[in-house]
């Protein structure tokens, strides 16, 4: 008899091995088919945040792992043995444990980007396919304690493959609508592009714990199940009778005669046995004391959805998303949108390195080191995509450790581009390219003391980024050459000098260059010293009352006499258009008792915000590359208005912070900037979902809001990336460089750009949004607004290229060894027939060394 080969062997046994695991879908109980029956889910879980009051660290108690984040349940099982990870393993294939949600971490839906969403949801995912193949693939989503939910996020599932999603917070008002009209439960449209619809459901209680009076766990002060008739405290039948009569209630606002029952909150199970000895006489007894036809079986996620679809209801179909969410009349959660903008700023900056890194790595095939080193920072941003982390909800020390995390991966990423440089030059010297984590800063202390440098500049895109970038300088004048040596266009401007960024540390000159980077490639430049760009000065100061303007190749931007942006016209048909940009602040509700501001919570004391009055002052840079007007409005706000070079929107780079503090009874202020505009928008706007999708949203008009009570804050939306206001003709957008807040009603958008508040918002952080920044005097903000105007037909096609370029700026290395790329740069060193291969998930190319600078790629996209 021959043998079987044997790769096909293997085949053949994992083949068998998968078919014989039953996943927990596949052992679902049978389906009562008694319509009179209540058939009652008992589900089992816990819910372990990856940091929020603790750090991930801190929570992690070796004998704890949560089933709904892979973050924990991969540590687990990392620091266990053989023996308990088989046992684990036996468990999830032979469908006693049911993994759900699947991703790192329960990321947050309003201020995550798609981006960051899917490499979080793949990570987790594989990790669970790493471990325990087909059962390891969760089918339910569970997103159960983020504030609000995304259309998108809904998307996503879908187009995963989930069944099901399932969460716990919406609106007051619209949780009392579902109740009455029994749609708790309700088919969810998550794109209109698509076609994608997934089953979803909002549980009944106002979280996601067991009915009052039946937490078993040993944080719970419930009282247990006592069934022995000779022990004091003997309450089977008042227990059994409390039970029936929550399920009762339960199934009176529901479609089918199906109810989910959620035993567990979070960090519980941390003594399971006391859990399950509870949940066992809970459904012994019902059967023995209940006159109810009620039946209480053990249950997942996945088989409660077959129970209540296999019943054919008729549910409503949902268009929309779950913002904003509200807990009360003066609870709504649309302060996160913005909090901890800096944080939120690394972020973006963290995925940017990350979609790079990745690349190269497939690029090059650098192998398992790098791999290694790879995945510290995909692990770092897939925890940042928490809902209390880029929420930026978590404690100070918390985020802190966030952001330590984030360094450190991103850190990382160096010896990864390095070794990628490295294998695409092997003739070369080892390269000694380092990062700058505070160019926004005007920082870059590896070239501090340089007079010659290189800069190596890395575009991700998928097509060609044609911009211009800033690199710190000592010096007033600098030669700036491509690779081939040419003299390139570029402008030495003094470094905008404010109040705000004392550090001795900032380079007094920045050098604006105008650069080409191919399609998923990179492009080198070298600065020396030299006297072939004049230096302009910055110092032109506006004189009273007297008329400003900038330009470039297509706009002309004009100023009034107070300082303030007055209008923007377009050179090619001389249309002039209205528009202001001014900056304000909320007060907030500062309470111990009432319902401050907070981390979470957005409320202002009145519903008009007060408006800075000094007069602005200004400086104006024009040049080749940069014209732009620096403005100075007060202690706490800067910003620059820029004209970039060939573009034909304007750039925003404000700076805010410190937020001031009083030293007796501190008002808590939340910074915003107003763009007023002609656009006739009237009530109607439009903010994106998760940077992907786009939303229309209506001023004051949802028949469920009380937006009597917070009219301010009730209309206040996310944008991931961008939003905009049009009317027939014309469109307004905004694109921005992380997660903020909008509201925007009758052609005015308002984005909230920083906030510190001084008492806590009593939903258990238990820490004031109060961050010390590096001097203890408060947090400094800078960030990045890009506005265009366009004709609304137009509109599409201008807006998203720029939100792709955008999102994930050019990663700017600079090289220590400016000799070590001199054969690179020039071209040398060329070896006929020799070449490089590399073969990606979705393609095959091939890179030969001396054409490295300026490769593009041709990858079939699926």
């Not at 979803?200 to 009282?223: R, V």
């Not at 690394?346 to 080191?369: C, F, N, T, Y």
């Not at 940009?581 to 500062?590: A, H, L, S």
Request: net charge negative.
């Amino acid at each position: 008899m021959k043998t079987l080969p044997f790769f096909l062997a293997l085949c053949l046994y994992f083949q068998i091995e998968r078919s014989l695991q039953d996943c927990a879908w596949d052992t679902c109980h049978e389906i009562d088919p008694d319509p009179d029956v209540i058939t009652a889910h008992l589900i089992p879980h816990t819910h372990d945040d990856l940091g929020w009051i603790k750090t991930v660290d801190q929570y992690y108690w070796g004998g704890i792992f949560s089933f709904a984040e892979t973050g924990f349940l991969w540590r687990w099982y990392t620091s266990n043995g053989d023996y308990e990870r088989h046992q684990l393993q036996k468990l999830v294939k032979n469908g006693q444990i049911e993994l759900i949600g699947g991703g790192w971490v329960q990321n947050d839906e309003a201020t995550s980007h798609y981006v960051d969403i899917i490499d979080q949801m793949t990570l987790g995912l594989q990790r669970l396919d790493q471990i325990f193949g087909d059962c390891g693939k969760p089918v339910s989503g569970w997103q159960i304690d983020p504030f609000g939910h995304s259309r998108e996020m809904a998307n996503i599932y879908a187009q995963m493959g989930y069944s099901s999603l399932y969460f716990a917070r919406i609106h007051y008002l619209d949780k009392e609508l579902r109740l009455n009209n029994k749609t708790l439960e309700f088919n969810w449209s998550a794109s209109d592009d698509l076609g994608t619809q997934i089953f979803t459901g909002a549980f009944f209680n106002d979280n996601y714990g067991p009915p009052e009076g039946f937490c078993f766990d040993s944080l719970c002060g419930d009282d247990p199940i006592m069934d022995n008739v000779d022990l004091e405290g003997y309450n089977v039948k008042q227990k059994v009778n409390a039970f029936a009569e929550h399920i009762k209630k339960q199934a009176a606002h529901q479609k089918t005669n199906q109810v989910m029952l959620l035993m567990g909150s979070d960090f519980q199970y941390t003594n399971a046995n006391s859990w399950y000895v509870n949940l066992d006489k809970l459904i012994k007894h019902m059967k023995t004391y209940s006159a109810e036809k009620i039946r209480v079986i053990y249950s997942t996620p996945a088989c409660y959805t077959k129970a209540v679809q296999s019943r054919s209801p008729k549910l409503f179909v949902k268009n929309d998303d779950f913002f904003p969410y509200a807990s009360g009349k003066h609870s709504y959660w649309t302060g996160f949108f913005t909090s901890r903008p800096a944080f939120k700023g690394m972020i973006r900056q963290a995925s940017s390195m990350l979609q790079l890194a990745k690349q190269l790595d497939v690029i090059a095939d650098l192998g398992p080191e790098d791999e290694s080193d790879l995945n510290i920072l995909r692990e770092a941003s897939a925890l940042v995509q928490h809902h209390d982390a880029v929420t930026g909800t978590a404690k100070e020390n918390v985020t802190r450790d966030y952001e330590k995390q984030l360094a450190r991966g991103m850190s990382e990423v160096e010896s990864v581009i390095n070794d990628f440089m490295s294998a695409m030059n092997p003739n070369g010297v080892g390269p000694k390219l380092v990062i700058c984590p505070l160019l926004n800063e005007t920082i870059c202390k590896p070239i501090s003391n340089l007079d010659e440098f290189s800069i190596v500049i890395f575009n991700s895109h998928g097509r060609y980024y044609n911009g211009t970038i800033r690199i710190p300088y000592s010096q007033k004048t600098a030669t700036v050459r491509d690779a081939n040596k040419n003299v390139i266009e570029s402008q030495v401007v003094e470094t905008f000098k404010i109040d705000q960024l004392k550090n001795g540390d900032r380079a007094l000159y920045e050098i604006h260059v105008l650069v080409k980077v191919p399609p998923l490639g990179y492009t080198t430049i070298t600065v020396s010293k030299g006297n072939r760009t004049p230096h302009v000065q910055s110092k032109n100061k506006k004189k009273a009352d007297a008329k400003v303007e900038i330009q470039n190749e297509h706009l002309i931007a004009g100023f009034d006499a107070q300082g303030y942006l007055s209008y923007v016209t377009e050179k090619a048909t001389n249309k002039k258009r209205s528009i202001r940009q001014e900056f304000f602040y909320y007060e907030g509700i500062d309470s111990k008792d009432d319902q401050p501001s907070g981390a979470y919570i957005f409320r202002p004391k009145t519903q008009q915000p007060i408006a800075f009055t000094s007069k602005i002052a200004l400086e104006v840079v024009t040049g080749g590359i940069t014209n732009e007007v620096r403005q100075k409005v007060n202690p706490w706000i800067s910003q620059q208005i820029r004209l970039p070079k060939g573009k034909n929107y304007l750039e925003f780079e404000w700076i805010v912070g410190p937020i001031p503090k009083e030293t007796k009874n501190p008002i808590t202020k939340e910074f915003i900037t107003r763009y007023i505009t002609d656009v006739q928008s009237k009530t109607v706007s439009f903010t994106d979902s998760n940077g992907r999708q786009v939303m229309k949203r209506f001023f004051d008009s949802f028949d469920y809001m009380d937006t009597d009570t917070e009219p301010i804050a009730g209309n206040y939306y996310p944008i991931t990336s961008f939003g905009y206001i049009k009317d027939s003709n014309d469109q307004f957008s905004l694109i921005t460089d992380r997660a903020q807040g909008m509201m925007a009603v009758d052609g005015v958008v308002e984005i909230m750009l920083h906030r510190r508040c001084f008492y806590d918002d009593h939903f258990g952080v238990e820490e004031a949004l109060d961050e010390p920044g590096k001097d203890g005097n408060g947090l400094v903000a800078m960030g990045k607004h890009i506005v265009l105007f366009t004709d609304v037909k137009a509109s599409a096609v201008q807006l998203r290229p720029l939100l792709s370029e955008n999102f994930h700026q050019p990663n700017l290395f600079t090289n220590l060894d400016i000799l070590s790329f001199k054969p690179l740069l020039l071209g040398a060193n060329k070896q006929k027939g020799s070449s490089r291969s590399a073969v990606s998930k979705t393609g095959s190319f091939t890179i030969r060394p001396s054409e490295i600078l300026t490769f593009e790629i041709e990858v079939e996209r699926k």
